[in-house]
């Protein structure tokens, strides 16, 4: 579903734990070309927390035409 919604979205919210987990379901890797942070607030590891993660909001960049690259008109969101 991720790998689906990122070429329809122009922001996302994104969740990067500084842990390698075992699962079987993952985000999946994206051309991070189209896109810029432009928001990130890192938290280190606490007595709540064991692992450090950061929070990153993503926007699509606007291509030279003024619509955004590689996107709709749409606006949506994937939070992971």
Do not use: C, K
């Amino acid at each position: 579903i991720y790998a689906e919604a990122i070429s329809r979205v122009d922001r996302m919210y994104l969740t990067q734990i500084g842990h390698r987990f075992d699962g079987d379901t993952f985000f999946p890797e994206f051309d991070p070309t189209p896109w810029t942070e432009t928001h990130r607030e890192e938290h280190p590891a606490d007595d709540r927390n064991p692992h450090p993660y950061t929070f990153l909001q993503l926007d699509r960049v606007e291509s030279d035409g003024g619509e955004v690259a590689g996107g709709s008109a749409g606006s949506g969101v994937v939070d992971s």
